[in-house]
């Protein structure tokens, strides 16, 4: 089992910056690929960024790159979101993933622990 905590989210103006930040425990951190998603009032859950048990192989969505950056620090068991040039559309909840396996997965369904989530509004 692998508990995940968010934090860092909160009401930021258009143009702003965030970082947050998912501190893991119960298992060995470096063993589990992460993923960062988003959901919208209303909407399904989106795929936002996913990084490698290493950490030298991150993805991104289209909508996110140049803007947002994902990171990990396995020392501190902790995977981060850098978020910057922040847009009313980023506006959602924030969830951190983790997935034991070779591939790194960008679709929800194949992430097996999930955090509770951290919100993130952008005020036009």
């Known amino acids: 089992q692998v508990q995940l905590v968010e934090s860092g989210g909160g009401l930021v103006q258009a143009g702003g910056s965030l970082r947050l930040s998912c501190v893991a425990s119960?298992?060995?951190?470096?063993?589990?690929?992460m993923g960062w998603f988003r959901q919208a009032p209303g909407k399904e859950r989106e795929f936002v960024s996913a990084?490698?048990?290493?950490?030298?192989?991150?993805y991104s969505a289209d909508s996110v790159k140049g803007r947002f950056t994902i990171s990990r620090d396995n020392a501190k068991s902790t995977v981060y979101l850098e978020m910057n040039s922040l847009k009313p559309q980023d506006t959602a909840v924030y969830y951190c993933?983790?997935?034991?396996?070779?591939?790194?997965?960008?679709?929800?369904?194949?992430?097996?622990?999930w955090g509770q989530g951290t919100q993130v509004t952008v005020s036009s």
């Open positions: 993933a983790a997935r034991s396996s070779a591939v790194v997965f960008t679709t929800p369904n194949e992430y097996n622990y």
């Open positions: 119960g298992r060995t951190f470096s063993l589990y690929n």
């Open positions: 990084i490698s048990r290493s950490g030298y192989v991150t």
